[in-house]
């Protein structure tokens, strides 16, 4: 039979090492083993679909109820293609962040800010067949956090990216430009790559901004590209 | 040519997008024979990672309407994961070879940038022997990490130990 096409390895500086002395939380959970080189089998190379069917859609997340969250809000648009260009048609996009006031729906979040009743925070969308989303939702607050004094996280919102293997999962974080605490932030700067690092903040959209209603940012996400013929053994 | 966005970790609060049934492969009626795979997630210090997200795939059998083929499971208090899916078969390995019955694992957690990704293995499968990822790893107590071992009927239990003695074999992935 034919062998599965590999995925692409990571090209080197762009994405973030396992142990970063500056992000402690690594410390006591990073591999000080070398990881184990193997080439991408059908486990790798294919992965889960989803359909909006069996795991509907929330696009806005800046109502619960008919009720507006507190804040800003914001429309994020953009586009998800591979490392060739291609769309990535039909996958789910899971998001989640803080609300306007830096702090999580979630037991564990015990900052001194306000929760917000008509906020939860969780949202899912579906790329379309040109590998376009978009959302709804509400800027999310700064927080702070144990890192080191004073630390805080900037604003961001968490994502979560299937793609067409196992292999392009892709947990990410999408960052606001203009933002102070990004040269500050350990887990921003954990990327060793400047331009890389930069892709990460989502860009002040004119188009993507609606009249009189909300501001609009556009992040564009790359999953891996496959290898360009079938490795050879 | 663009290249990959970065990733970064899923932090602390990513229970957010947690669906406990997610843990459940055959909440869709799938057919075949029921196993729950679990395991304790342990840092470099022995403590448990309570704030873990466990993630699973599996290439058999084969994903569709009614077998996901994917599941997620947030580790407990005790850094306890558990997932209740269907046995996978053995898959088509790289060349003519063939691979042993076996789970995809990520693993993601505050402190994890990039996740990390292991397999979970049943013990007392003959084709372990042949398998063409566990007889890359020469060191037989590190390839021991990655089997399941029986932990009561229908029930396998693989702990993930993060780092130090016992540190889970992870694979570039």
């Known amino acids: 039979m034919t062998d599965v096409t590999p995925f692409r390895p990571a090209v080197a500086g762009s994405q973030p090492p396992n142990d970063s002395p500056e992000y402690g939380s690594t410390h006591k959970r990073h591999p000080k083993q070398a990881l184990v080189a193997f080439a991408h089998t059908v486990t790798e190379a294919t992965g889960p679909r989803f359909s909006p069917a069996q795991f509907p859609a929330i696009i806005d997340i800046s109502t619960v109820d008919g009720h507006a969250a507190m804040g800003e809000r914001i429309i994020v648009r953009g586009r998800v293609t591979d490392e060739d260009g291609r769309p990535v048609p039909d996958t789910m996009i899971e998001i989640w962040q803080a609300n306007a006031a830096g702090r999580y729906h979630h037991p564990r979040d015990q900052h001194d800010a306000p929760l917000d009743a008509h906020f939860q925070g969780a949202g899912r969308v579906f790329t379309d067949a040109d590998g376009w989303y978009q959302f709804t939702s509400i800027k999310p607050g700064a927080y702070p956090w144990r890192n080191h004094f004073n630390a805080w996280r900037p604003n961001h919102i968490h994502y979560s990216l299937f793609g067409s293997g196992f292999a392009t999962r892709l947990i990410t974080q999408m960052y606001f430009p203009g933002d102070p605490l990004l040269e500050l932030d350990p887990v921003f700067n954990t990327v060793p790559d400047e331009h890389a690092r930069k892709r990460l903040v989502a860009k002040f959209d004119l188009d993507v901004t609606r009249p009189e209603w909300a501001l609009g940012y556009r992040f564009d996400v790359v999953l891996r590209g496959r290898e360009a013929t079938p490795m050879e053994e | ?173």
């Open chain 2, 1 to 173: 040519m663009p290249i990959a966005t970065a990733a970064q970790t899923i932090g602390p609060y990513w229970h957010l997008i947690e669906y406990p049934e997610f843990a459940d492969l055959t909440r869709f009626g799938a057919e075949g024979e029921k196993v729950v795979l679990t395991g304790l997630v342990i840092d470099g210090d022995g403590a448990p990672v309570t704030d873990g997200c466990i993630e699973l795939w599996q290439a058999s059998p084969a994903a569709g309407a009614r077998f996901p083929g994917y599941g997620r499971s947030a580790t407990d208090a005790d850094g306890r994961f558990r997932f209740t899916t269907v046995k996978p078969g053995p898959v088509p390995g790289r060349g003519n070879t063939l691979q042993a019955p076996h789970f995809a694992i990520n693993i993601l957690a505050r402190g994890i940038l990039t996740r990390l990704y292991t397999r979970a293995y049943f013990e007392d499968e003959k084709l372990n022997g042949t398998d063409p990822l566990l007889t890359a790893i020469d060191d037989p107590a590190r390839r021991a990490t990655l089997l399941a071992r029986p932990d009561g009927p229908g029930i396998w239990r693989m702990d993930i130990r993060l780092q130090g003695d016992g540190e889970t074999v992870f694979i570039e992935v």
